[in-house]
Each structure stands twice: as structure tokens, then as C-alpha cells.
């Protein structure tokens, strides 16, 4: 009779797969998932504070998943708690491969992942709008779509960022609006394919001609699904000696005072001169947390370009003065009591005119690629990975149907059938997983009692 009930339960949780598009996924770790609510970021109804750093030994061009070296992260998982710190960055990880361990030993220690969705070989190009459609792509977005697979599942998955410094100039800001779709995508498909919300946003390349256009663009609008949950820039304008006035910083704070979104630094630490982490006591201080949420420190490695925390040698690691300065600043600097002056309700800012600096002229968006939709259904399956050789989504794969100029554009989006858009305060359930585990339960009781001759 065992039997037969269990093969019962093996059929009826078949059936019910395949009524949702998928297996109906459990989260896991101890971590209690992050959300936004306003302009901040909570915990367990407690504000969340990043206090972090940019994690990816070997630098960017090395293109290797720090997450599956055990043995480095094991190591350097003891760097992290003896910094005091509760999130890494991550560029670039093996969306082929299995994240288990890893991000089961960041639990245990207290550490949730910012995760970029984007890796050297799938993204956007953004050199001409030709380039940037081409790269738009159903291809691009299948490998996008297995990082959200391979990450959604695990409580401290912090965010994801759907872009990194695409934007870095006065002359290539006509790539917003295909930043802005790759937002959408994404929140559309963790609302059909996740079982919780994720945030879901954009690191920004502190450009001073168009850094307030960018986080105006990206906020605004009435398409709920293409705002950014949170926006984050990347910001080294704190030069020892320097101060909250001198860097400039209390000006930045005034400008986005009334942000609608989590704000935070994606990166920051200037080694112009010697760093002494002044900037640690203002950014979790009083005067920045109404409008900051904390950031993450560049970087945790020693790399060519000079930043680090840490030298490496073999298999060995070595803090450096960096690093030592570092962990006095946060340990100086607890984060503040309460909400930290943060607002619970937020309007959407209007979207930024077009200006010299600012080359976007249209709210509209391309669609998402057509082959790309089916997705959204039926889930993207494996991930590209990292392989040598490999030519990447760029140049492959079928573009939006939308013309480059976007002239024939959307500026709305309905969202997978029964979806919630991720922002504030919504579930991030589909339709077909909510209604699976009731259909399960129907389908399993009717298939019981058949068996059982009621």
C-alpha cells in the first residue's frame, strides 16, 4: 500500500509540474530573504544596511566563478567575519554549474550574494544602437534567465544587477532603454519562475554629466515591471583627506533626498592616497542613512588596477593595511537604531528630459525577443556556463522585433499571466505556482482514493 500511495504522490506532483511550467521550488538557508519597501531595504521587517565588498578574485578579465573554489571561499569566508561584513559582490559565476555548498557556507557566516547577472560574453553592446539590438536577444536573455535559475533558490541571494556601467560616458547613454527592458525581462521572469521576490536593479558608473539622468530614468514611469527595484552607482569621489562636505557627498545626499528607491554605493574607495575609511563613519552615519542603504568596498583582492584588501601568494592570503583600517572603520561605525530615517512611501520621479548629456529622447522600450517569451512559461533551462572559446550571445540569436531607433517601442507591459511585478510590496507569485500546491492537493486526494477503492 506504501507503494502504491508513493507512486500516487510521484504522479500527481508530475501532473501538477506540468500544470505550473515547473517544479515547485523551496527556498533554502537560514538568511531571511532581503525586500524593499520605499527607500530602503528590510530584513525580517528590519532595515538592511549593505556593509560589503566587491568579490571577485583574479579581476573581471579572468572570468572565473569564485563560488565554485571551496577552498579559496572557505578561506576567505573568515576575511569576511573578521571584517564585520554581510554581503560580497559577485561579477561573473558558472550559471551551468551547482551553487549549493557555496552559498550554503555564506549562510552559515551571515552573507548574502549581489549577484551580476551579466557576464563578459552575454551582455549588451552598447558601441551603436545596431550593436545594442543585436545584443538584445533571445540567446542573451535564455543565459540571464538561468543565473535567476541557478540563484533564486537560495535565501541570501540578496539582488541581482541587470546591468553594470553599460553606461560609463556622455556618449553612449541611447543604451538605457535596453537596460531598462533587461530589468523588465527579469523581474517578469522571477515574478513567472521564482517563488519569492528578488530585487532587481542597476550599478551605475558615477558619470558626472549624467549620473541624476540615469537614476531618474530608471526610477520613472508608469510601467511598473521596467522600474528598477533599487539603483546603485559606483562612486570614488571620497579622496583622503576628505570629508562628507569636501567629497561632495552632502551635496549627493540632498540631490536624491527624495528618491523613490533604495540607493546604495555598488562600489566605492578611492586609493588616490592612502585610505583611511573616513567615508565608512559618514555613509553609515546619521547624515547619509534617510537616503543610503550602506555599499560594498573595491575590492576584496589585490588586482593590477591597484585596489585591494587582500594580497594573495599561492594558495595563501595576506590582509593589508587596506584591510586593517577597513575593520576599525566598521567596527567604529555600528549601523543606526531603527529605520535610519528611511520613508515607507515614495512617489516614482518624473522621467529626465532630453539634454546633450542625456541622448533619450522616448520612454518607449523594445519588446522582449519572441523567441525569448517561452521562457517565461516553461523556464530557460541550462545556463551557458563559462567556456573557452565560447563566442557568446552578442552577435547570436534573434533580436526584438522593435527597430533599433525604437520608434515602433512599448511603453507598457502586462507581465506574465498572473504575475506580480517585484517592487515593493508585492507577493512575486505566478499564477500556476499558486495555484499548484491546491491543484496538488486535489489531484493527490482524487488519485488516493482511486487507488484505495473509496
Not at 59 to 65: R, Y
Not at 421 to 433: D, I, K, V
Request: proline content about 5%; some cysteine.
Amino acid at each position: 500500500m506504501k507503494s502504491t500511495i508513493s507512486s500516487v504522490l510521484a504522479v500527481g506532483a508530475a501532473l501538477c509540474a506540468g500544470v505550473s511550467g515547473q517544479v515547485v521550488k523551496r527556498q533554502s538557508g537560514s538568511l531571511p530573504p532581503v525586500t524593499t519597501e520605499g527607500n530602503a531595504f528590510y530584513a525580517d521587517g528590519e532595515r538592511f544596511y549593505i556593509r560589503g565588498v566587491a568579490y571577485q578574485p583574479g579581476g573581471a578579465s579572468e572570468a572565473a566563478d569564485p563560488l565554485l573554489d571551496m577552498q579559496g571561499l572557505r578561506r576567505d569566508i573568515q576575511s569576511f567575519q573578521e571584517l564585520g561584513i554581510n554581503t560580497i559582490r559577485v561579477y561573473t559565476i558558472d550559471n551551468s554549474q551547482n551553487h549549493d555548498e557555496a552559498m550554503q557556507m555564506l549562510d552559515a557566516a551571515g552573507i548574502y550574494l549581489a549577484l551580476d547577472a551579466n557576464t563578459p560574453d552575454y551582455s549588451l553592446n552598447r558601441e551603436s544602437l545596431d550593436s545594442l539590438h543585436a545584443s538584445y536577444n533571445d540567446v542573451y536573455l535564455q543565459n540571464v534567465f538561468a543565473t535567476i535559475d541557478a540563484f533564486s533558490g537560495y535565501n541570501n541571494l540578496l539582488m541581482f544587477f541587470s546591468g553594470n556601467e553599460v553606461i560609463n560616458a556622455r556618449n553612449n547613454t541611447h543604451a538605457a532603454p535596453y537596460i531598462k527592458a533587461v530589468t523588465r525581462d527579469m523581474k517578469q521572469y522571477i515574478s513567472a519562475q521564482a517563488d519569492r521576490v528578488i530585487p532587481v536593479g542597476y550599478s551605475s558608473a558615477d558619470v558626472a554629466e549624467n549620473i541624476e539622468s540615469q537614476a531618474l530614468y530608471f526610477a520613472c514611469g508608469e510601467d511598473e515591471w521596467a522600474r528598477s527595484d533599487f539603483f546603485a552607482f559606483n562612486d570614488y569621489s571620497w579622496c583622503e583627506p576628505s570629508s562628507f562636505q569636501e567629497s561632495g557627498w552632502d551635496v549627493k545626499v540632498q540631490t536624491y533626498s527624495d528618491y523613490s528607491l533604495p540607493l546604495f554605493l555598488s562600489e566605492f574607495g578611492c586609493i588616490t592616497n592612502t585610505r583611511t575609511w573616513g567615508e565608512i563613519e559618514a555613509l553609515y552615519g546619521p547624515e547619509m542613512t534617510a537616503v543610503y542603504s550602506g555599499g560594498l568596498v573595491y575590492e576584496y583582492t589585490v588586482e593590477a588596477s591597484g585596489y585591494g584588501l587582500i594580497e594573495q601568494s599561492g594558495g595563501s592570503i595576506h590582509p593589508n593595511a587596506d584591510f586593517q583600517r577597513l575593520k576599525v572603520a566598521y567596527q567604529k561605525t555600528p549601523n543606526p537604531t531603527g529605520d535610519g530615517g528611511a520613508r515607507a512611501q515614495t512617489t516614482p520621479p518624473q522621467c529626465p528630459p532630453r539634454t546633450k548629456e542625456w541622448d533619450v529622447g522616448t520612454l518607449k522600450l523594445p519588446v522582449i525577443p519572441t523567441k525569448a517569451e517561452s521562457y517565461m512559461e516553461n523556464g530557460a533551462g541550462r545556463g551557458a556556463g563559462l567556456k573557452t572559446g565560447d563566442e557568446g550571445s552578442q552577435w547570436a540569436g534573434t533580436p526584438s522585433e522593435t527597430a533599433p531607433d525604437l520608434s515602433d517601442g512599448v511603453t507598457s507591459s502586462s507581465g506574465p499571466a498572473g504575475g506580480s511585478s517585484s517592487g515593493s510590496g508585492s507577493t512575486g507569485e505566478s499564477a500556476a505556482s499558486s495555484l499548484a500546491p491546491a491543484l496538488f492537493g486535489v489531484v493527490v486526494t482524487s488519485m488516493v482514493a482511486l487507488a484505495m477503492g473509496w
